[in-house]
C-alpha cells in the first residue's frame, strides 16, 4: 500500500482525533459569495464540515483517492458531495469551482500536475487555500509526543515549518495572497489516550506492523503521564490552522 493510503487504516479513529481547521482560518480561503468549492483531498470531512458550518456555505464537493477515507465521510457528512479522485486528475468540471481548498495534504500531491488541475477547475478569480491543522508543535511537551512517532518512523513522518514555503509551479496565473502565511491558535480539551491516539494516526506510524503501532501509543501515554503526573484530567492541547492563500487570475 502506498503511504498516502494508510489513513484509510483508521478512518474512524482519523476521524475522531485529528483536527478540523480553525473556523476564523476558513475566513481567508472560503469567499464569501463562494457558491461551489472543492476540499482536495477531503479525508474523513474534518475541512468539509467546517466549511458547511459557515452562514452562507457553499455546496461542497468532496474529493478523496481513498474509499476508506470517502465512506466515513458520507456518513457523517451528508450535506457534502463525496467524488472518488485524485489532485492530478479532478473529476470535476472546467472552471466549476469557486474554491479549491486542500488540508494536510499538498506534501501528497505532484505539484506541477495538481497545480494544472487546480487551475483548471477553478474559476478565474477563484481561490486555492492551502491549510495544515496540527498539534503545535512549538510547545515542548506536544514536540516530544509528536516525536516519539516520528522516531518510531524512522523520522520520516516530520512536517517542519519549511513544508508551509510552497511555490506553485509558473504559468498557472496563480497569485500569491498570503506567502507569509496566516496561523490561528486554540486549544482542545483532550483525554490523554485520545492524544496518544491521536500521535498514531500520522502515515510514519500507520505504516508500521500494529504491535510497532501500538508501542507508540503506548509510549506516547507513558510519556504524558511522565510529562502530568499530578492529575488524570484532560489535557488542554494546543493546535494551530496554518493557511496559504492564492487567487487565479
Ligand atoms: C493527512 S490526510 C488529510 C485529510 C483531510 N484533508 C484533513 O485535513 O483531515 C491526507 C489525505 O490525502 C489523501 N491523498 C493522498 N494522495 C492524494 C492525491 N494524490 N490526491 C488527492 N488526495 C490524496 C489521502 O487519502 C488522505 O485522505
Do not use: K, N
Amino acid at each position: 500500500m502506498s503511504r498516502a493510503l494508510t489513513f484509510g487504516t483508521r478512518a474512524d479513529a482519523y476521524d475522531r482525533l485529528r483536527p478540523a481547521p480553525a473556523p476564523e482560518a476558513l475566513d481567508h480561503v472560503v469567499p464569501t459569495d463562494a457558491r461551489r468549492v472543492a476540499d482536495l483531498a477531503a479525508g474523513t470531512g474534518l475541512v468539509t464540515r467546517a466549511v458547511l458550518a459557515r452562514a452562507g456555505a457553499p455546496a461542497v464537493v468532496a474529493v478523496e483517492p481513498d474509499p476508506r477515507m470517502l465512506a466515513r465521510l458520507a456518513a457523517t457528512t451528508p450535506a457534502a458531495l463525496p467524488v472518488r479522485g485524485l489532485a492530478e486528475a479532478i473529476p470535476l468540471a472546467t472552471g466549476s469551482l469557486d474554491a479549491v481548498l486542500a488540508s494536510s495534504a499538498w506534501h501528497w500531491f505532484d505539484p506541477p500536475v495538481a497545480t494544472a488541475e487546480i487551475a483548471r477547475v477553478l474559476r478565474p478569480g477563484g481561490v486555492l487555500g492551502l491549510l495544515w491543522s496540527r498539534a503545535d508543535p512549538t510547545v515542548d511537551w506536544v514536540a516530544e509526543v509528536r516525536g516519539i512517532g516520528r522516531a518510531a518512523a524512522d523520522g520520516s513522518a516530520r512536517l517542519s515549518r519549511r513544508g508551509f514555503d510552497i511555490e506553485l509551479p509558473a504559468g498557472h496565473g496563480f497569485v500569491d495572497e498570503l506567502p507569509d502565511a496566516v496561523t490561528v491558535r486554540w486549544t482542545r480539551s483532550m483525554s490523554r489516550d485520545d492524544v496518544a491516539g491521536m500521535v498514531c494516526t500520522y502515515s510514519g506510524v500507520l505504516e508500521l506492523p500494529v504491535a510497532d503501532q501500538d508501542a507508540v501509543f503506548r509510549g506516547a501515554r507513558d510519556h504524558l503521564d511522565r510529562a502530568f503526573p499530578d492529575s488524570d484530567s484532560p489535557l488542554v492541547v494546543p493546535f494551530e490552522t496554518v493557511v496559504r492563500r492564492w487567487t487565479r487570475s
